[in-house]
């Protein structure tokens, strides 16, 4: 193997050199990190794939210290700031097409080429047509794959009625159509953090307040909110207005998504007093503006999308529906509400100019 540039036989991944090391030791050089607003909203909310608390959910840290690269945007990384089980120098899985969370490979890089003299002594690697070898040392991505295939569950049907399935290593949980949902065998479930419930009328939700659950998203025609201790994201969808108040008794509610569903009282968001995320359509806001009601905790708010709508009349296709909105004008108005008399927030006034 060649140790300073060069393709290697790390599940495909080449060592790169110590000055591609080095750039990628500056936050700006690491390209593949969400940037800006998203991930001071999502930074929270990423998970991790491997043993129970051996990596850090975080979307990346600087003791991530990429050293082989599958040349499609992917690093293999030791792990100098691991989770609480974790070891120093562990080697991980980040990049492109990691935004969801670091992946588990190995205890230390040691361990990882051990795997692969071990696989060289027992015969077991392959010619490729290019001339190139390939070692095979077992698979890089397990834990990525044992995650999706033991550690999330969807059911629907005649299968929610109770929820079948549920086990401890469950961590994500998605319901759906069905109008008999019992949520009953979820309570107590201890890895639980993101469940999504969808076409459920009536559905409980009381037992997830035994449960660890950060991530909620509810898309159902009546929804009956239950305090949730844990909770940290809500997504709600319906079409009839929903009480807000059980989310005063969501100590750690952190982002809120309401653009596809309708509130009895909006003005209820004012008395959130952590939340930093909030997202709503056009009609939303000004009605929030209408009550003076904007929490005083925003850090990140976002103007959602409008359903297109229809013309009464039209001659072709491309005319049958009205212009998009959000508008350029819509925004500029709503941010200047957003603004309002605060003399800590600076509004700047002009035309946009496009090149």
Known sequence: MVCDGGRGLLHGYGWF???????FCLPAERWWVIRGWRR?????????????????????????????TDMGGNYLAVDMARGPRGRPGQVILIGRDYGDGPTYVAESVTELL???????????????????????????????RHYRETCTLEVSGPDAAPVRGMRPEIRELKVSNAPWVDLGSVRGAPALWQVSVKNCPGADLSPLCDTPVEVVD?????????????????????????????????PRLYALDLTDAIAADISVLSE????????????????????????????????????????KLYWSFDKAYKSPRPTLGDAVDWANNLA????TISTFKGKFKTP
């Open 218 to 250: 509810l898309a159902m025609d009546t929804i009956e909110l239950t305090a949730l201790p844990t909770v940290r994201m809500v997504s709600l969808h319906t079409e009839k207005p929903i009480d807000l108040r059980p989310l005063l008794s969501c």
């Open 114 to 144: 051990r795997r692969h003299v071990d696989a060289l002594d027992s015969g077991s690697f392959e010619h490729g047509d290019d001339g190139g070898l390939w070692v095979n040392a077992g698979d890089a991505e397990y834990h990525w």
């Open 272 to 311: 959130l007093t952590g939340l930093q995320y909030l997202k709503m359509q056009r009609s939303q806001w000004q009605e929030l503006f209408l009550h003076k009601a904007i929490p005083a905790s925003l850090a990140v708010v976002e103007l959602a999308e409008e359903p297109p709508q229809e013309r």
């Open 17 to 23: 050199g110590l000055e591609m090391l080095a750039e």
């Open 340 to 343: 309002g008399d605060a003399t």
């Open 40 to 68: 001071y909203v999502f930074h929270p909310f990423i998970n991790e794939f491997g043993p129970p608390l051996m990596i850090q959910r975080l979307s990346d840290h600087l003791g991530w210290i990429p050293f082989a």
